[in-house]
């Protein structure tokens, strides 16, 4: 069973940083993302990262935000630089195994598998 579990979500001041996890059980994903949801909000696509090391993000975080994947543990990565209080959220790891090619790649429909989610809140 797959099973995709975030971690390292924390409390930071505006300015700060702080990298999130997402360990896949073992699993090699064609690609896997990172997806964010604030209260009463959408859930909305942060950055997306392939096998092959192909990014996509959402252009409220490009310069700050980084994706990464180490593909011999399969653990996933995103480094967040300069947070700011807009960028408190629930962050979530999602996979996909399809291998398509997406038009809108930060689509919450073009992702197959998610985790639970971690908490990151960003104080001014």
């Known amino acids: 069973e797959v099973e995709l579990v975030e971690s390292n979500g924390g409390s930071v001041q505006a300015g700060g940083w702080l990298t999130i996890f997402c360990t896949t059980g073992g699993y090699d994903f064609y690609s896997m993302g990172w997806f964010r949801q604030a209260p009463g909000k959408e859930r909305e696509g942060v950055a997306r990262?392939?096998?092959?090391?192909?990014?996509t993000y959402l252009e409220a975080v490009k310069g700050r935000f980084t994706i990464s994947k180490d593909n011999t543990k399969n653990i996933l990565y995103l480094q967040m630089n300069n947070l700011q209080e807009e960028d408190t959220a629930i962050y979530y790891c999602?996979?996909?195994?399809?291998?398509?090619?997406?038009?809108?790649?930060?689509?919450?429909?073009?992702?197959?598998?998610w985790g639970q989610g971690t908490q990151v809140t960003v104080s001014s």
């Open positions: 990262i392939t096998r092959g090391g192909r990014t």
């Open positions: 999602a996979a996909d195994d399809t291998g398509r090619t997406w038009s809108n790649p930060l689509t919450p429909g073009t992702f197959t598998y």
